[in-house]
């Protein structure tokens, strides 16, 4: 019999629907040194979490964050919540000895973030963050590659993340759904919400990032709030693009918004090294395009691997050659990874310690959209 991994889930929206089912199938389709339960769901309304507890198959329920964090029953403290909730969370959870995973951005400002490292390492439990990107097999394959040499010297990293739903003036800022809206909730805009996934992917295939250059806008200066029915300002910042040099010597370019008609979650990235070039795309993420520039000159171009077969990653845990996974198969891995981590001991990546250096990279950017001057992420 495999040990027991209790789980106690802090939020059940988005992101605790995509880990809970990322918990439940793990142990399916990995062989996992520990037995993931679904524990304790915790969330405000107990009418809610209940019926969300008998949904997806959590033993029981709490409407305090507090009690799930002190129950002797509890060894894993998962923190599905809005962003102003996760530093509280995460400090306390440390304290109590918890195994802590927490979605991104870590902390609202570095602060926050810093704190939250700090109490995991002094704690000493093992810790992730949910930059689940990473574990799409494509990604995970481009990583690869990269770290066999055979891009060879990296010129170019370009990246965006686009989005379209904030764009009616008449949309609400604040509460459930829509705390995004509402900086002292979400810590930033897009540059937090969805950069973030793009500079962690960055920094995990390109290297640490120098410096940055960025402008950042907010296009509606005005909304209702949806907890005080006032008409407040906006805070948040609506669309981000940064210039980067890596340390490496290349040079990025990223954007973000929520204003680009026509996109839902348009995450792309291309690299561009001296031998070859890889692009992918969240739209049609179970393909990597590749162009070798060792390819035969007559048969030289851009080849669009389908990531189905045994030999790509993680593709030899779920079916046959030529059937493709999803976007909640990246949640499934992280857990997998994280729970093969703990049964050796190792740290599971992107620790605390690695999305506070993404925080950092945040920071500059909202710093140098003030400043209109360059700025040094603070180095971890
Ligand atoms: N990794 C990703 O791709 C990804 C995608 C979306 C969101 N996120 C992150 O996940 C987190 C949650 O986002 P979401 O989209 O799931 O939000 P959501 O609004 O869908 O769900 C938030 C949940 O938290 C609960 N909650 C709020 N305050 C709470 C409290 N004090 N105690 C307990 N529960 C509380 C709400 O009831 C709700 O169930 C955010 O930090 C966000 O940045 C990450």
New binding site residues.
Partial sequence: MKKKLNIGM???????RTHSNAFSKAPHFFDLPYEPVLKTV????ADKAQAFASQWGYENIATD?REVVESPDIDLIDI????D??YEIAVAAAKAGKIVMC???LGRNPGESEAMTAAVEAAGVPNMV????RRTPAVTLAKQLIDEGRLGRIFHYRTVFLQDWTISADLPQGG??L?RLDSSVSGSGVTG?LLA?NIDTAMWLNGQIDEVTAMTETFIKSRTHTLTGEVTPVTIDDASLFLARFSNGSLATFEATRYARGHKALYTFEINGEKASIKWDLHDLHRLEYFDYADEGKLRGWKSIHITDGDHPYMKNWWVPGLQIGYEHTFVHQAADFINALGAGTPASPTFREALATDYVTDAVLRSAKSRQWEQPKKV
């Fill in positions: 802090i939020g059940y929206g988005f992101m605790g915790c969330a405000r309304n964050w599905a919540s809005p962003n909730t996760h979605e991104k951005p949910w930059y689940n990107y459930a759904g705390w919400d996934h």
